[in-house]
């Protein structure tokens, strides 16, 4: 008798039960696009972001005087001068704990030469560099992709592949050399002297628009430092630092065992860089705080923008929700106040009226997940040019949130079925 009494009241009401399913479907579409979205762009952005360059930088540890992470002090003069890092222990970058967050890396070797008299400094490194990696990975890194931002204003990028004495001149070097694209150019270093020819002109307006840049090999050839680095920049896919970041920041050492195992396991840059320096020997990895910093406030921003679309859409269905059950009760009336007044009890009877709204819910939700599922591959197609991968926690959660806005937005209407006295309602009939 239950069931038909639901199945009764939705068809009766059927415009009622479909705008209320509609009203449910758009918040439940919002929703779904949105956390789907906020869970999957913490990657996308960051990955945006990394066409603006390293987050990481590794130098030696003789090199940092005082590190901004763990305080690691120097030595002398001497050996800040002769330390270096390993060329060999590159790979081992791609074996730390989040050696998949670990989008690119590319190592670096820089000195002073001489071009037509003048003294110049002149940087090695990979530019569209192969590397076979310990862990049978293949990876495709260099400065090709971690200088995105740079222009290329004469000739093209270097392909150390095809072209081994190969070199890039930064345009105010260029200017002041008159050094054009197809130039060969003669660099004497303390070591050697190479004949290079100049594959591109480019602008990044910084320092480096006054130096050569070329092949890590040819670089340690002249300043003879044959399989050592002096420093490495690296691309990582990062979680925003909280309280327990900045405070493994500052010592490691102090955190107790649980907060250590927490800290060491998540994608922090403070944490990402304490692994580097595990397996990179002598070494000392600081992040870049502008880039990290400025990754950090964008993705918390962007997800508060998707929480706040959430809670709006989720708001606005409530209060739709309201209306319309409140209205299909006042129709039913004179059927409700018949029910009391053959001894219904209002739990019963309020049971029935939610009953027939969450039906109309579950219809509405899940036809809602679909398309907000759309919705969510329209966003990530249109704005980071990829789909949005599907969040299966997307499904408990939405699930609840329609449950708990329904019920809400049934309240004043149960409220009302509450006060209505069969008396009034059947002799109003």
Not at 42 to 57: F, H, P, Q, R, S
Request: hydrophobic share 45%; with cysteine; charged share 20%.
């Amino acid at each position: 008798m239950f069931l038909r009494m639901v199945r009764g009241a939705l068809f009766r009401q059927k415009g009622k039960m479909l705008m209320i399913a509609f009203t449910i479907l758009l918040g439940s579409s919002l929703a779904t696009a949105m956390l789907n979205v906020m869970f999957d762009v913490g990657d996308k952005v960051n990955k945006e972001l990394k066409a603006y360059g390293a987050n990481i930088t590794v130098v030696p540890k003789e090199n940092s005087v005082i590190d901004d992470i763990y305080q690691v002090e120097g030595d002398d003069e001497d050996n800040i001068k002769s330390a270096y890092l390993k060329e060999e222990e590159l790979g081992k970058i791609k074996t730390i704990f989040w050696a998949f967050n670990i989008v690119d890396f590319t190592p670096f070797i820089d000195s002073t030469v001489s071009v037509d008299g003048e003294d110049v400094t002149i940087v090695g490194s990979w530019f569209n560099h192969h590397l076979s990696l310990p862990t049978g990975e293949e990876l495709d890194t260099g400065i090709t992709s971690l200088r995105a931002w740079w222009e290329i204003t004469d000739g093209k990028w270097l392909d150390e592949q095809k072209q081994e004495d190969g070199a890039m001149v930064g345009t105010l070097l260029a200017e002041k050399l008159n050094i054009k694209a197809g130039d060969k150019i003669t660099v004497s270093g303390k070591a050697g002297k190479k004949e290079l020819t100049v594959t591109g002109i480019f602008d990044c307006g910084a320092d480096e628009d006054e130096q050569i840049y070329t092949s890590l090999d040819n670089a340690q050839y002249l300043s003879g430092t044959d399989g050592l680095l002096s420093s490495i920049e690296v691309s990582a896919l990062t979680t925003p630092d909280n309280e327990l970041a900045r405070r493994a920041a500052k010592d490691p050492g102090q955190l107790s065992i649980a907060d250590y195992e927490t800290w060491y396991c998540t994608a922090y840059v403070s944490s990402i860089c304490y692994q580097i320096q595990e397996v990179i020997t002598g070494s000392v990895a600081s992040p870049v705080r502008q880039v990290a910093d400025s990754e950090g406030a964008i993705m918390e921003k962007t997800e508060l923008l998707m929480i706040l679309i959430t809670v709006l859409s989720l708001v606005g269905s409530a209060l739709g929700i309201s209306n319309l059950v409140t209205a299909s009760v006042m129709e039913r009336s004179n059927e409700l106040g018949l029910l009391k007044a053959i001894g219904a009890k209002d739990g019963a009877i309020s049971i029935l009226v939610l009953t027939e709204i969450m039906i109309t819910a579950i219809v509405g939700g899940v036809a809602g997940y679909f398309v907000g599922y759309g919705f969510a591959q329209v966003i990530g197609n249109t704005v980071f040019g990829s789909a949005t991968e599907m969040k299966l926690m997307v499904i408990p959660i939405v699930s609840v949130l329609i449950v708990c806005v329904t019920l809400i937005g049934s309240i004043p209407a149960i409220k009302t079925l509450l006060r209505m006295k069969p008396a009034e309602v059947l002799h109003g009939r």
